[in-house]
């Protein structure tokens, strides 16, 4: 997806889109070493609190029992987004299909995509509100019920499906980066979304297939601002993904596609990649398909085989259940990889659309007096993604750590602690690798 970026860098780089690589002050196994050290002691200070009781699920402090002027709040978000929707799609349609001077790549892929989760994850599920599918069906057809009854075993089958879709379109479909695909892809998934919602019913559609209502609402379940019943709730870090029941395979599916994607973008910019393209005499198309099916099955793989050894050793539940229980401990360190990944894609493509807002259409405007403003395309540079990125990948699995800990807590009792310890080898295992991925574009060495 940020091919189109990318070119407009005369320096040769890779997608984190650095001209110069940054020096590391101590090799890059001492970094690793100490990320995995800090994610072992996370876990060995945790054991060592043997009365340490499970967080309730759901406890969260009231903020607010009735938030001020929500209602008009929530309607003019509701008309922006819905604005910006329709302005993109008239932008891919009939504005200029050179996408440095279209609105759309940037706003779709740097804006709603990435800044998106960013948002979900770090403040709340902004998207449940804004959701302009949501918005332009409720206001022609209402809340009427579906045509039909959703079936219990399709869980969010539709969604995992279509978020695989939706990351092959990303990380390897040219039409991307041109306006006018983009805006064919969006309208035609949103024909498919309101199809859902006239057959199974709008609030059915959005909780199973309705794909980034569902992504962003995992995400936005590691937030700390929760609103509920017009309630304004706060609540700690990661604590709204403790779970009162185990979830689903579709859920376990989803969610190891949500991090073997991002995964997989960061592995496409490293040298062992290029190495790999060209030691096969494959398709680069064809190649990227196959890989990008074939890692989300290894991360499930190991992580059922780490369920498996955290069943054993906490008394022997079953494999489906222990999975069920530990799968949204993983989502913390989805958060933290997307962060850290596209950081400088944000920057970057999000000054883009600076120029673009005065003259979104390429027609000659200057609504905001900023059609001619400078891209600095070294406003993050490589020693900032580093640092920033070593950061986010060892508080993602420290979460990641401390939420199985209490889900260890619910499910096993006193022999939480030895439950975990499989999972500990998991979480410094993806550490190592996450920082490994990271490193490629953006440390010499």
């Known amino acids: 997806m940020k091919r189109w970026l990318l070119a407009a860098i005369p320096l040769p780089v890779l997608a984190h889109g650095f001209g110069q690589r940054f020096d590391l002050p101590l090799p ?95 403040l709340g599920d902004l998207w449940a509100l804004v959701n302009p599918l949501d918005t332009l069906y409720r206001w022609v057809l209402g809340d009427r019920p ?18 695989l879709a939706f990351v092959n379109m990303e990380l390897n479909w040219e039409g991307s980066e041109q306006p006018a695909s983009l805006a064919a892809a ?7 979304s309101w199809l859902g919602m006239f057959v199974f019913g709008r609030r059915t559609w959005l909780a199973h297939g309705e794909v980034f209502a569902v992504v962003f609402g995992l995400l936005a379940r590691f937030a700390p601002n929760q609103v509920q019943d017009g309630r304004w709730q706060l609540r700690p870090f990661g604590a709204g ?14 969610v190891m596609l949500m991090l073997a994607s991002v995964s997989f973008d960061g592995l496409l910019e490293t040298q062992l990649w290029l190495d790999l393209q060209a030691a096969l005499p494959w398709p680069p ?40 229980w530990y799968v949204l401990t993983l989502v913390p360190i989805a958060i933290a990889y997307h962060f850290a990944h596209y950081l400088s894609f944000l920057a970057m493509a999000g000054q883009y659309l600076i120029p673009l807002a005065s003259d979104p259409l390429n027609l000659g405007w200057d609504l905001f007096g900023t059609r001619f403003y400078f891209i600095r395309l070294g406003i993050v540079d ?8 070593l950061f986010a990948i060892v508080a993602g699995h420290v979460a990641a750590v401390w939420l199985g800990h209490q889900t260890a807590l619910r ?28 490193a490629q574009p953006v440390v010499n060495g």
């Open 146 to 163: 579906g045509k039909l009854a959703w079936p219990q075993w399709a869980g969010v089958w539709p969604a995992a499906l279509l978020f």
């Open 382 to 389: 490589a020693r900032m993604v580093w640092y920033v990125s």
């Open 411 to 438: 499910q096993f009792g006193t022999r939480a602690s030895r439950s975990q310890l499989p999972m500990l080898a998991l979480m410094v295992s993806y550490t190592l690798l996450s920082l490994w991925i990271i």
């Open 28 to 122: 890059l196994w001492m970094f690793m070493a100490g990320a995995g050290a800090t994610v072992a002691v996370t876990f060995l200070l945790l054991a060592r609190q043997r009365n340490m009781q499970p967080r309730p699920v759901g406890q969260a402090f009231i903020l607010l029992r009735k938030v001020p002027l929500a209602g008009a709040l929530a309607t003019s978000l509701r008309l922006a987004v819905l604005a910006l929707y329709l302005l993109v799609l008239c932008a891919g349609f009939v504005g200029t299909q050179n996408p440095f001077k279209n609105i759309a790549p940037a706003m779709v892929w740097a804006i709603w995509w990435v800044g998106m989760a960013f948002v979900s994850a770090l």
């Open 241 to 254: 993904l403790l779970l009162g029941a185990p979830l689903g395979w579709s859920h376990i599916v989803l």
């Open 285 to 324: 198309v064809l190649l990227r398909a196959a890989a990008l099916g074939l890692l989300p099955a290894l991360f499930l793989l190991a992580y059922l085989a780490v369920c498996r050894a955290i069943a054993w050793c906490g008394g022997g539940a079953s494999l489906a259940t222990t999975a069920g």
């Open 186 to 192: 969006m309208l035609a998934y949103s024909c498919l």
